[in-house]
């Protein structure tokens, strides 16, 4: 993958004005070149998106190419993407998906970093993370309502329902990473946050998730005692190395609450070794892939001791999702796995209610329009305390990155509600242009993955992965109008498959047929695999709302 550093950047049209055949590819379009907006992307002249390598297209040949295929696609066809390069076109009809996209995947016995780095490297596959490759990452607020809610479960069940007075330490502050400061101030607490690189340190300062940026560690630990004894709400980043840093907290026994990681672990190529410069790690990783995995490792095990140390001090520690424990598991460490996945620790019930996070863009590019569903989405759900507290405060202190668009969690028997509700928007000229509505692949019925979101299920069916192909063919039988199925993201080749779906409210009637279908059927299956898997609560949700589930009297 060659950089392309002089090629003018990428940032997605705005307004009414059409440059394909219609408002579905449109927003296809658009939603593409959002992912690779400057703005967005963490590091956009590689296509790299976010977490670590996750990239939108192939090349910047296949950029190019879906680009032209979009602007000509007709209603009645089928753009499919193979692993971020377009690889035909066919003739499907109307409620079809416009691109069906296949990220990463790799047979079973291949499925891992060494065979998965070979085949990139001959140009035949791409690392599409979650959202990256299937072209709905809309910034860090992306995931910034999802770590709001599992830090207000952390305050709920250790600390009376606030982090007001506590610290929590964690490392990484990158594309999704960088949500953790202001999730961890939104809840009224404190953050120390580790970072080797000082240009994401800056830049989530600029987009105004972190408030300030430490001299050293000295002063790092000054100001958050400082504003922990004040009560006060506030976000510290500290460049340095979170194997080194993490071990020097506990050994100075630094008051810490909360502890957990958001660097690029998934990936050992992406986590920093000690004693090299970030500067350095690409081509290191480049020259030496076994002996940076090697270094990584050995960093990881270390970091992880250093959490364990916490934990064992009394500090909640968690995983939140990228693989930590694995890599140093791998490193030597043995007990790697003595704390919990945030999923199994603090969001499963939500999973069983077929709750997970939503999002919306406007693809006019217009505040207002975002403005206009927030308000939207308050009106239909009156009655939800959580929601109205985030959308208010999302409102006010969100930035957007690229498009505007917003995040919320909503569930089974609500999604489709919000979607219906922004087509008459549309329709209506409410909002100015379309909007596309669409998910991570982090929900409820969409993902398997052991080491997160399917971690510890009741019925021992963590590693089972016919759940996110059922839920990637649901969304194409539904009418969405673009479907991706991945592997590897979150957590890494080899432990990871996972499904997306996008649709797009244009406002018309059969934009709206086909929402009623996506909307409830998508997160059906989040309730299904878990009534399946015997969680009294998701047979409870689909007896009350109608949800078919045969042999459920087994
Ligand atoms: P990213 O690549 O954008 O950022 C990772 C950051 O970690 C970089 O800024 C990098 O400089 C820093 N880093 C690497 N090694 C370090 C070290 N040793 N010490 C300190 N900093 C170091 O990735 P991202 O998008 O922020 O994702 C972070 C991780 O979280 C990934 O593994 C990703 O798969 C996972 N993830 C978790 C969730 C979730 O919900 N919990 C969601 C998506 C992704």
Redesign the pocket.
């Given at each position: 993958m060659t950089s392309s550093p002089t090629r003018p950047a990428v940032r997605a049209p705005r307004g009414t004005e059409l440059s394909c055949r219609g408002w579905q590819q449109e927003a296809v379009l658009r939603m593409l070149c959002n992912n690779l907006d400057p703005e967005v992307a963490?590091h956009p002249e590689d296509l790299v998106v976010?977490?670590?390598t996750?990239r939108a297209a192939r090349s910047w040949e296949a950029f190019d190419a879906i680009v032209a295929c979009l602007r000509d696609l007709a209603d009645d066809e089928t753009l499919l993407v193979q692993s971020g390069k377009p690889v035909g076109v066919l003739r499907t009809h109307t409620w079809a998906p416009r691109v069906l996209i296949a990220n990463a995947n790799l047979v079973g016995d291949w499925a891992d970093w060494t065979q998965f780095r070979r085949l990139e490297a001959a140009g035949l596959t791409m690392y599409g993370?979650?959202t990256a490759g299937s072209w709905i990452y809309i910034g860090t607020q992306g995931?910034l309502q999802?770590?709001f809610e599992t830090f207000a479960a952390v305050a709920r069940r250790r600390f009376g329902g606030t982090l007001a007075g506590t610290i929590t330490l964690t490392?990484?502050?990158?594309?999704?990473?960088?949500a953790q400061p202001l999730a961890v101030t939104m809840n009224d607490g404190v953050a120390l946050c580790?970072?080797?690189?000082p240009t994401?340190v800056e830049r989530r300062i600029a987009h105004r998730y972190l408030d300030v940026r430490a001299d050293d560690l000295d002063h790092a630990l000054r100001l958050a005692v400082e504003a922990r004894d004040a009560r006060r709400p506030l976000s510290i980043g500290v460049v340095?190395?979170?194997?080194e840093v993490v071990p020097e907290l506990l050994r100075r026994e630094a008051p810490i609450d909360v502890v957990t990681d958001?660097?690029?672990?998934?990936?050992p190529l992406?986590?920093?070794?000690v004693g090299m410069a970030?500067d350095d790690l690409r081509a290191a990783a480049q020259a030496d892939p076994e002996g940076v995995t090697e270094r990584a490792r050995a960093?990881m095990a270390t970091?992880i001791e250093a959490m364990v140390g916490f934990a064992d001090r009394g500090a909640e520690v968690f995983d939140?999702?990228?693989?930590l424990r694995d890599e140093a598991r791998r490193g030597g460490y043995e007990r790697a796995f003595a704390f919990p996945g945030?999923v199994p620790a603090y969001i499963r019930p939500q999973f069983e209610e077929g709750r997970g996070p939503f999002r919306w863009a406007a693809l006019s590019g217009d505040p207002a329009d975002i403005a206009a569903t927030d308000r939207a989405v308050l009106d239909l759900f009156p009655h939800d305390d959580a929601l109205r507290r985030w959308i208010t405060m999302a409102g006010e202190r969100v930035a957007f990155e690229g498009l505007p668009a917003r995040i919320c969690w909503l569930g089974y028997g609500e999604r489709h509600r919000a979607g219906l509700r922004f087509n008459e928007m549309v329709a209506s000229g409410e909002l100015s242009a379309p909007v596309v509505i669409g998910r991570?692949h982090?929900d409820a019925g969409s993902v398997a993955s052991p080491y997160?979101e399917t971690e510890a299920m009741l019925d021992g069916s963590d590693a089972i992965a016919d759940w996110p192909l059922l839920n990637a063919l649901v969304s194409t039988a539904s009418g969405a109008t673009w479907v991706s199925l991945h592997h590897g993201?979150?957590?890494?080749i080899g432990r990871s498959q996972h499904a997306g779906q996008v649709c797009v409210a244009d406002g018309t009637a059969l934009a709206a047929a086909k929402l009623e279908r996506v909307l409830t059927n998508d997160p059906a299956t989040g309730v299904l695999r878990h009534a399946d898997a015997g969680y009294p609560h998701a047979r409870a949700v689909a007896a009350e709302r109608g949800l078919r589930v045969p042999m459920e009297d087994r």
């Open positions: 963490e976010y977490g670590g996750g993370q979650m995931i999802g770590t490392a990484g502050l990158g594309g999704m990473g960088g580790v970072e080797a690189d994401r340095g190395n979170a194997a958001q660097t690029s672990a998934h990936d992406a986590y920093l070794p970030v960093a970091h939140y999702g990228n693989s945030f991570d982090l997160r993201g979150g957590v890494g």
